[in-house]
């Protein structure tokens, strides 16, 4: 026996649309998949859908919101704004004939889980297409959220319903409460009666790029009254899935202040950064990053969680290096002076937080900090010449360096890392505080197999007269955003740790 067919399913309007499946309702009116017969191709059809029961004067408010949302979309020539092709009158109601985009909303997408941060710029950036181009029509969409985006074939993002798109120079029109959008997406000067501007919309576009990488929007609360007061008032937690560019836009999007945020040409250029990292391929697809992966375990001790690693591709570069260890720590940096048996004092930026203690694998010689983000890493251990009864130190750091390089040649992981194909890198001297050191740059890529992500690691050993040896390991991208920042901070690390007196 066949579903019963809903109701106004065959129904032939303006005496060509021919309805066959409804798509999805709103509060303004509910969209059908519809066939033009008059041209012989499937259309999508919004009908009008106004309460019985409102005033007349409302009742006309919302059919001129439709009229509106027809000519708003018919003034815009873009790929990313959906093509309106006629609005049919029936009984004195507008129903919008429109282009059937096969898919499904972006909001539908996310019922299913986030999107990784190379995903959500791409799409950010059709959506901040759609709206540069409005605003140069001089039309504000004023509802830019997570359902009005259309994820079409073929890679299409599609902006759509401009039910309450606000056009320069013609007559602004109130809801029934005084309140027209989704509250949760809405700009804090629209909410305070303030006149919107492009920016209003961009605000919306931060919002939405949050809850796609985050998983929720930062103002969503039980209520419409106290979702308002938290865009008023709230500071939204930083992203913690997006990072570099991607949160530069965001949090800048994000700022009360309309006047304080990016404009359109700010956000595209954050937005393709991370779309399309300069240092690598632009079909190079880059996952959702993590928090670098721990359990790389070099001879007795681990040095520093890597992950599931295969080990990659080229040398790094090696560089000897001059007596680095002078001068003060870079604005925004914090010395922490650490336990007596790890016997140093190491330097990370402010926002690097220290890593609780495994205790399975650390016998209170090790620390490590990383930053919200988990892009970059650092961690030291020192080996204790008192503690060394099997004779297990080298003699000099380079030989230390050596060692450690060839455990890894000679695959000796933990079971969670692959052997193939052998790292890169060579142990070579350098100097600590005028005295004989070693140093190693380690290139590498994680065992994901079907995007696996390049990364780098720092080296340096120092051994010291009371053959006590000290190591640092600084692990960061290989390609990408973060590449010359993880490489800055391990220059910055390597050039400014001391060891404690005992």
Request: charged fraction near 25%.
């Amino acid at each position: 026996m066949a579903p019963p067919q809903e109701p106004g399913t065959g129904r032939l309007i303006a005496g060509r649309y021919r309805l066959l499946a409804k798509l999805g309702h709103g509060g303004m009116g509910t969209v059908w998949r519809a066939k033009d017969e008059t041209v012989d191709r499937e259309v999508a059809v919004k009908e009008p859908r106004v309460p019985d029961h409102l005033p007349e004067r409302e009742r006309a408010n919302a059919f001129e919101r439709m009229r509106r949302e027809a000519r708003a979309a018919a003034r815009l020539d873009h790929p990313s704004v959906v093509n309106v092709h006629d609005v049919a009158v029936v009984d004195g109601q507008p129903w919008i004939v429109m282009e059937l985009v096969q898919g499904r909303s972006l909001g539908a997408a996310l019922q299913e889980g986030t999107l990784a941060a190379r995903e959500a710029a791409r799409i950010g950036l059709d959506v901040l297409g759609a709206l540069e181009a409005a605003h140069a029509a001089g039309i504000l969409h004023r509802d830019v959220k997570p359902d009005n985006v259309l994820l079409g074939r073929y890679d299409r993002v599609v902006l759509t319903d401009f039910g309450i798109a606000q056009i320069e120079g013609e007559t602004n029109l109130t809801d029934t409460g005084g309140f027209v959008g989704s509250p949760e997406y809405i700009a804090p000067e629209r909410v305070l009666g303030q006149r919107p501007g492009p920016a209003s919309d961009l605000w919306s576009l931060g919002v939405v790029l949050y809850a796609v990488t985050e998983g929720v929007s930062p103002f969503r609360r039980s209520n419409t009254p106290a979702t308002l007061q938290s865009v008023l008032n709230a500071t939204p937690a930083p992203p913690a899935a997006a990072t570099g560019p991607l949160a530069e836009a965001i949090n800048g999007l994000l700022q009360k202040d309309p006047a304080r945020r990016p404009n359109a040409a700010q956000v595209r250029a954050l937005l393709e950064h991370t779309a399309n990292p300069p240092a690598l391929a632009p079909t190079q697809a880059i996952p959702h990053v993590a928090a670098p992966p721990k359990g790389v375990r070099l001879g007795r001790k681990t040095l520093l969680g890597l992950g599931a690693v295969v080990v990659a591709a080229a040398v790094a570069g090696h560089l000897v290096l001059a007596d680095p260890f002078a001068g003060p720590l870079p604005d925004g940096w914090k010395k922490h002076d650490l336990d007596a048996r790890i016997g140093m004092s190491v330097a990370a930026p402010a926002a690097f937080q220290r890593e609780k203690p495994d205790p399975d694998t650390t016998d209170g010689t090790d620390a490590a900090f990383s930053d919200p983000s988990g892009m970059i890493r650092i961690h030291v251990d020192h080996d204790i010449k008192a503690d060394d009864k099997a004779k297990e130190i080298p003699a000099t750091a380079l030989a230390k360096a050596f060692a450690d390089w060839e455990t890894l040649q000679d695959g000796e992981y933990t079971s969670d890392i692959g052997t193939e194909p052998a790292p890169t890198g060579m142990p070579s001297e350098a100097k600590y505080q005028g005295r004989a050191a070693a140093e190693n740059t380690i290139v590498y890529s994680t065992t994901d197999t079907e995007n696996p992500r390049p990364r780098e690691s720092r080296l340096f050993y120092y051994r010291a007269n009371n053959g006590d040896m000290y190591r640092i390991w600084v692990d960061y991208p290989g390609k990408g955003y973060f590449t010359e920042q993880g490489r800055e901070i391990a220059r910055t690390v390597i050039a400014n740790w001391e060891i404690k007196k005992r």
